[in-house]
């Protein structure tokens, strides 16, 4: 069973900056991608960044040069910093482990999501 939790989401005003952190957990031996979504209100879940286990990072357009992706593989941990937020920023995020293997591979596992809000 592979178990991804979130913390660090919160409220913060434009401008300002968070880091989102997901660790996962579960006897994993190795996860090729991990990434962040997002879905705001009345929105579909779209995706925020993605990293590989060789540190290749992959971003939406909304977010780049102002959100930056990484990992610990070690630690089977993924992280998001998230500055200049903007009230569009704000979302529910979902930390994503794709390719996890354990003693099998497992596909497409999903975080509970952290709520961010970006308001004055």
């Known amino acids: 069973q592979v178990q991804l939790v979130e913390s660090g989401g919160g409220s913060v005003q434009p401008g300002g900056s968070l880091r989102l952190s997901c660790a996962a957990s579960?006897?994993?031996?190795?996860?090729?991608?991990m990434g962040w979504y997002r879905q705001g209100p009345v929105k579909q879940r779209e995706l925020v960044a993605t990293i590989t286990y060789s540190g290749n990072t992959k971003y939406a357009d909304s977010v780049k040069g102002r959100f930056t992706i990484s990992r610990d593989n070690g630690n089977q941990t993924v992280y998001l910093q998230m500055n200049s937020l903007q009230p569009a920023d704000t979302a529910v995020y979902y930390c994503n482990a794709d390719q996890v293997y354990t003693s099998r591979w497992i596909f497409d596992v999903w975080g509970q999501g952290t709520q961010v809000t970006v308001s004055s």
């Open positions: 579960g006897n994993i031996a190795m996860i090729y991608t």
